[in-house]
């Protein structure tokens, strides 16, 4: 049986023969600038076009992109289990009445005090503080029954 592919598995393949001439010189380059990191360069470009093509096949889920200069602990916030609770919510608010959820982010859109570099720690902002205090989260347990 072969190998199966799972994270931090090696892979080659051959580029074919009809790749534009524009993407073998973007390698090119990529490759004379980054050296020995090129294929970790290469890599996340390769997984998303596989994930470009794979369809949706379940209608309940939605992919979005997270932006690339989070911090570690801006990522284990967005991975807990209660912030995606707390976006789904934030979503499904957007879907349902998005006059009342965009105005509810105008309000809390305010310029803020600047904190000192020692006190700016990752902490939830006011719009999800605003948005888990609204009243469509209060039954939020009421889908157990």
Known sequence: MADLLEPGKTISFRLPNHTPSHVITYLNKLKKTEGRKFSSKIAPLFV????????????DYYSLPIPE?????????????????LISQIVLKLATDPAKAFELLAQNNEPQEEQPQSEKLFQANDVAASFMDQAFFADLDDDDD
Do not use: F, G, M, V
């Open 48 to 59: 998303d076009a596989i994930d470009d093509r794979i369809p949706q096949t379940d209608p």
């Open 69 to 85: 200069n989070l911090s570690n602990e801006e990522r284990q916030w967005l991975e807990n289990k209660h912030t995606k609770a």
